[in-house]
């Protein structure tokens, strides 16, 4: 799930397939916009031949890029309600794809091993990134523009210079296994990771020093900060949703049965939690 369109009058959010789902027909190769306060869908986008990994909003809310196994990434209008731009320069699964905030900058990562800068105007790669030696699962771009962080299959997180794109200035080594997401905090010094060893890792972004949150029991998939950078949230393969503080380490644990629908409003309503404070943990 991925943020919401700033243009857009309604609260809109994206759904995709994070790992291939199979039904009893084919797998989903669609990108959905929901409406995130009366929970219906109110867009589907279809184009892309192979499951859809990722996505993300361009910052006028226009537009918004996706990626999937198919070895390619797309640029769709939302105006017009169609693909504008295939990107191809990837030869494996594109497993990730962002915009940097504010500008036409966009990058993905593919199973290939390498890391791409396109100018999403022009739907040309400016820039790429080589140094992972096993796929890489995502990538990201700081809060500032200047850096960007990748990881990979083997829990190897790079840091990079974006604008020197033939060596990572720093690595970090949080395996042996995958590590399949990961976060800036607001203010770029810290980076979450989620990791297939059911820790989620945090990455201080300038001495490389790492820590480990455990409270997941299997894969950890997801990871992101809130807008203070005080709170952390992860989500697993084991239906938990976990709420991390500075403060307090493990501040709060939402159990979701698999298969069901998590509330929102529920959410934010039930006191789960003494002490929790709802300001504090906004989904976004």
């Known amino acids: 799930v991925s943020g919401n369109a700033p243009a857009l009058d309604s609260f809109w959010f994206l759904l995709f397939c994070y790992r291939p789902v199979i039904d009893s027909t084919s797998f989903f190769l669609q990108v959905c ?105 995502h990538t990201v771009f700081s809060p500032a523009g200047n850096t960007m962080a990748s ?21 970090v080594d949080a395996g042996p296994l995958a590590a399949n997401q990961m976060s800036f905090s607001p203010s ?22 790492v820590s480990s949150l455990s409270g997941h029991s299997d894969v950890v998939q997801s990871v992101t900060f809130d807008h203070s950078g005080e709170t952390v949230m992860s989500a697993g393969t084991d239906g938990v949703i976990n709420i991390w503080s500075r403060v307090i380490t493990w501040f709060f644990t939402y159990p979701v049965p698999l298969g069901s629908t998590f509330s929102y409003r529920d959410f934010l309503t039930r006191d789960y939690a003494r002490g929790f404070d709802r300001s504090g943990c906004a989904l976004y």
């Open 33 to 137: 916009l929901w409406d995130f306060f009366h929970g219906c869908c109110v867009l589907t986008l279809c184009g892309h031949s192979q499951p859809t990994w990722g996505c993300s909003f361009h910052s006028s809310g226009h537009f918004l890029a996706s990626c999937s196994a198919d070895t390619t990434a797309k640029l769709w209008d939302l105006n017009s309600q169609r693909c504008h731009l295939t990107l191809r320069r990837h030869t494996a699964s594109v497993n990730s794809v962002s915009f940097l905030p504010f500008t036409n900058l966009l990058l993905t990562c593919s199973a290939d091993k390498a890391l791409a800068m396109w100018d999403a105007r022009l739907g040309v790669c400016t820039a790429t990134f080589h140094g992972h030696q096993h796929p890489c699962n």
């Open 151 to 171: 990881c990979d299959s083997r829990g190897i997180i790079n840091l990079w210079d974006i604008r020197k794109p033939v060596l990572a200035m720093a690595t």
């Open 188 to 209: 770029g010094k810290m980076l979450a990771v989620a990791s297939s060893d059911g820790l989620v890792r945090v990455v201080e972004v300038d001495s490389c020093m």
